[in-house]
């Protein structure tokens, strides 16, 4: 089974801070990776698929980049209302066992 | 626009079955799969399977293999989850969401508000 390991679990930020959010996968799953914001309450939300390609109507400030192993999700300048928790999620098992990351809670400092 | 409206919170006893639904609007029903992930209270998100809308075949997640069943109804744009023997970490709320290629970068474009289940004796 691939296995997906998010860092931080969780950080505190500002506004304006640059946020960076690691996924790490094992075994290599080329770019079959996405991201998702998730706000309690709310459904969540696709922000970034196969890797870095930013799903229609994301702010640019949202930003993936990597592959094989390693992907990272970055909020350039980060604003109110991005505090939310963030998931990775990988596709290379598709149509089977689509796993999700443990989560990311970004918070504000 | 597209939406998924999703059926209301229930509440079970231990050992019963809840049936959750996800009414589509907004685009044609049968181009994109159906996908169910659900989210126990201060956990993360956890993939349950998904159903194809065109052709019924469904794939569940081993860990609800034989405990789940998914259909979906053309006729009205709605997809079913089901989950039996309900345990009280089934607690959780219950999402369906639209697929998008599922046969290649799978992900999921849209999503409904979601359907809390509280299994409680």
């Known amino acids: 089974d691939i296995q997906l390991t998010q860092s931080p679990s969780s950080l505190s930020a500002s506004v304006g801070d640059r946020v960076t959010i690691t996924c790490r996968a094992s075994?290599?799953?080329?770019?079959?990776l996405n991201w998702y914001q998730h706000k309690p309450g709310k459904a969540p939300r696709l922000l970034i698929y196969a890797a870095s390609s930013l799903q229609s109507g994301v702010p640019s400030r949202f930003s993936g980049s990597g592959s094989g192993t390693e992907f990272t999700l970055t909020i350039s300048s980060l604003q109110p209302e991005d505090f939310a928790t963030y998931y990775c999620q990988q596709s290379y098992s598709t149509p089977r066992a689509l796993t999700f990351g443990g989560g990311t809670k970004v918070e504000i400092k | 626009q597209v939406q998924l409206v999703q059926s209301g919170a229930e509440v079970k006893k231990p050992g019963a079955s809840v049936k959750v639904s996800c009414q589509a609007s907004?685009?044609?029903?049968?181009?994109?799969?159906i996908t169910w992930v659900r989210q126990a209270p201060g956990q993360g998100l956890e993939w349950m399977g998904w159903i194809s809308t065109s052709n019924g075949i469904t794939i569940y997640a081993q860990k609800f293999q034989g405990r789940v069943t998914m259909t979906s109804d053309t006729s009205t744009s709605t997809a079913y989850m089901e989950l039996r023997s309900l345990k009280s970490d089934d607690t959780a709320i219950y999402y369906c969401a639209r697929v998008v290629d599922m046969t290649t970068i799978a992900r999921f474009d849209y999503w409904g508000l979601g359907s809390l289940v509280t299994v409680s004796s």
């Open positions: 075994p290599n799953i080329n770019n079959y």
């Open positions: 907004g685009y044609s029903f049968t181009s994109f799969g």
